[in-house]
């Protein structure tokens, strides 16, 4: 892309921001692996290459799955944030492969959030 | 069923066969007791109803006029729901019926203490965005306020506006951060540079990392921002070469800014040029010292150097420059975008806005967490910290790495900001909080931060150099058993004259670990010298390792444990320790729960 201009910085802005939110219909669920050091020594990867491959296999062209940095509760890495449109997120901690697994399916995929592994819903409010 | 005009409320019971078996009378003579105690029975009406309809969460009690519907309601519950209730006009949450459905029962992020006492500015985007996608960053306000600087701004006013917001260096000296830059524009001798400090390297520090491999293109942004201010069109990123992923996706985001020409010639067709590069550092803790990174930077030796000239006025190849910690820099955006007022709204009288740390050690929640300057070490390790794990007591935090000093357990409500840390022996450093338990040795850790700063010290200064290492053996003498009269004064002294006569920061400040201890555990320092004993159990010269027999309770975890098969043990029997076949390896006194050997 070329130079932006300051109009296109706007433009940019809205468009990923309306690109972040999910809309029912359009995407099922975004999932968000938390990928700073401490996630992937943690075994972040490992999750992150699970749900690629489901994905991947089920041929799921709804769901976005994207990574982020630390989202600061080390202690309970490998962490997830899973949003189901039109519900609020879920942060999920501790996982494993079978955990991921069991997720993938009971929230992603029918909307019902594992309590079991939840740690909170809800999007951490900023200063701004 | 509409409220009495003589009462302001109206506690409805539910008076069914079912509710009355379940006890709602004796709520009722509970709830009218508690409301004449506290003269307000004429304010409250009691009102028995009939089944409700919800028998199997009975006793029900309804409050009207708010509709807020208690259940499970016990007679002790009464003080606490006229209490809460009427007088305070607060629901009481954990009578509340709740949703058996799943997600209600998930807590909202907020009500948990760990994230619900946190205030982001720096992490703002931590975990909301994808690090390697500059349109997410822009989606989060991202390069506005470089865009809002360079249409809007003149560089005075970006550094009014940093002035304001009374922002202080991040990385351990809180040096007022709108004069440094106001101080670096002055010199008319181009070119000049900004340089980020991202060489972080106290034990157990990791505030920066996260931040440049979280959120890396908020530090770009930021050092733009400032290199408009002081008029630099060239900044380096000092990152340690330990940190591959932050150094990669810093190298991502500079790649992706500069495609969107927001690094390059022109930024924003303003004029303004800047561009960025990424200096991996070999990972000396000198280096993160000023003048030392800048002699990294130019390929010679990372030592400090004599100030003045600052580096404002002489830096980076005797150019001005300006130097800032990557935290400092990731404040500089919200501040250019919400005002300095906004951002001096936040925090003490001399600590404005917030402060990320690192909290680890002997804590619950390992992590990084923000809060507002002022919040007292006791919230921070108690209420988002979620206390010490496996129910031992706290001990001190050692704030400030191997130059900040230990907080002991009784000042813990110390409020954490530069100077109320810096008047109890430590300091805000860069913000790594180590935090001990009961089972940690004080001398013993202070052996360990002095043999760190051992290590690190650049040579330069003599009192650093040796000094320091004469300390460290003075203090291995006191772990191993040597300990003499006389010491604990001979390391006082010692550190006050390495303090007072090396050059740079480190030296400055490498005993305040020993310093600090000695200043609150000195019956620690007493034990091991004259003693010959270790309190926490931790220095093993000093441990008999012998099974106190009174206090055994023959359990066996200390024989399940034993890697060498040298715990005696039967069922029912005291456990015994057979010291030949003992190495020492503590295994045996970590396991005990009833601090059985010593």
């Known amino acids: 892309m070329a130079k932006i201009s300051i109009q296109d910085l706007k433009k940019i802005k809205e468009e990923q921001k309306a690109r972040m939110v999910l809309r029912e219909g359009a995407q099922r669920a975004k999932i968000t692996v938390h990928m700073g050091t401490c996630g992937i020594a943690a075994g972040a990867r490992d999750i992150m290459v699970l749900f690629r491959d489901i994905i991947g296999e089920r041929g799921l062209d709804d769901i976005i799955l994207t990574n982020s940095g630390c989202a600061g509760l080390c202690a309970q890495e490998p962490m997830i944030t899973v949003e189901v449109a039109g519900q609020s997120p879920i942060k999920y901690v501790k996982l494993d492969s079978a955990k991921a697994r069991r997720i993938f399916d009971e929230h992603v995929m029918a909307g019902n959030p594992v309590e079991d592994f939840a740690l909170a819903r809800g999007s951490e409010t900023t200063a701004q | ?84 209730h009427v007088l305070k006009g607060r629901v009481v949450q954990d009578l509340l019926f709740k949703e058996p459905a799943a997600k209600d ?155 969107y020409g927001l690094l390059g010639p022109n930024v924003f067709n303003s004029g303004f040029d800047f561009d960025i590069e990424i200096y991996p550092g070999a990972g000396a803790f000198v280096c993160g010292e000023s003048t030392a990174l800048m002699y990294s930077i130019e390929g010679k030796r990372g030592m400090p150097r004599i100030k003045p000239p600052r580096s404002a006025e002489a830096g980076l190849w005797n150019q001005p420059t300006n130097l800032n910690n ?29 402060k990320v740390f690192a909290l680890t050690g002997a804590i619950n929640n390992v992590g990084l967490v923000e809060v507002p300057m002022g919040t007292t070490l006791k919230t921070l390790i108690f209420d988002i910290g979620g206390g010490i794990p496996k129910k031992r007591k706290f001990k001190a935090a050692q704030i400030g790495g191997p130059s900040g000093g230990c907080i002991p357990n009784g000042l813990e409500d110390v409020q954490i900001d530069y100077e109320s840390l810096t008047d109890v022996g430590a300091m805000m450093g860069s913000g790594g909080v180590v935090v001990m338990d009961d089972m940690t040795c004080m001398v013993d850790t202070a052996r360990f931060f002095t043999h760190f700063s051992v290590e690190e ?24 058993g040597r300990g003499q009269a006389g010491d604990i004064e001979f390391l006082q002294e010692l550190g006050k004259h390495i303090g007072s006569t090396s050059h740079c920061g480190l030296g400055k400040a490498a005993s305040n670990p020993v310093l600090s201890t000695i200043r609150y555990f000195k019956d620690e320092y007493e034990a091991h010298i004259f003693d010959k004993s270790c309190p926490a159990l931790v220095c093993v010269d000093l441990i008999k390792f012998e099974v106190i027999e009174e206090k055994c309770t023959k359990c066996g975890m200390c024989f399940r444990g034993c890697p060498t098969g040298a715990v005696i043990w039967e069922k029912k029997q005291v456990a015994r320790i057979d010291l030949s076949k003992c190495t020492k390896c503590r295994t045996c006194i970590t396991n005990c729960k009833f601090g059985s050997i010593r």
């Open chain 2, 457 to 480: 010290s650049c040579g330069k200064c003599v009192p650093c150099r040796e000094g320091l290492k004469v300390m460290h053996e003075k203090l291995t003498d006191i772990v191993e």
């Open chain 2, 105 to 259: 029962r998930v807590p909202l992020i907020n009500d948990i203490d760990f994230f619900g006492r946190q205030r982001l500015i720096a992490l703002r985007n931590r975990g909301l965005i994808d690090a390697e996608s500059i349109d997410d960053y822009i989606a989060r306000d991202g390069y506005a306020a470089l865009a809002k600087a360079l249409e809007s701004m003149t560089p005075e006013e970006v550094i009014e506006e940093v002035k304001k917001s009374g922002l202080r260096g991040r990385g351990g000296g809180g040096f007022p951060t709108g004069l440094k830059w106001e101080e670096c524009r002055k010199y008319d001798n181009f070119p000049k540079y900004t340089v980020c400090n991202g060489d972080e390297g106290d034990p157990g520090a990791f505030m920066d990392r996260s931040v440049m491999e979280g959120d890396p293109h908020s530090v770009l942004e930021g050092m733009a921002v400032s290199g408009y201010a002081i008029g630099a069109n060239k900044g380096y990123i000092y990152v340690r070469a330990e940190y591959p992923l932050a150094i990669q996706r810093l190298q991502k985001a500079i790649d992706d800014a500069r495609e």
């Open chain 2, 1 to 84: 069923m509409s409220a009495s005009p003589y009462y302001r409320m109206q506690f409805l019971l539910c008076a069914g066969t079912s509710c009355i078996a379940s006890g709602s009378l004796e709520v009722k003579d509970a709830l009218q007791k508690e409301l004449l105690k506290r003269n307000l029975h004429d304010d409250v009406q009691i009102v028995m109803t009939g089944c409700n309809g919800f028998c199997a969460r009975g006793p029900l009690v309804v409050v009207y006029p708010d509709g807020v519907f208690y259940n499970q309601v016990k007679p002790e519950h009464a003080p606490l729901i006229v209490e809460e």
């Open chain 2, 326 to 354: 990557v935290e400092t820099f990731a404040n500089v955006n919200p501040i250019i975008l919400n005002g300095g007022d906004w951002f001096a709204s936040i925090g003490t009288e001399g600590s404005k806005g917030t």
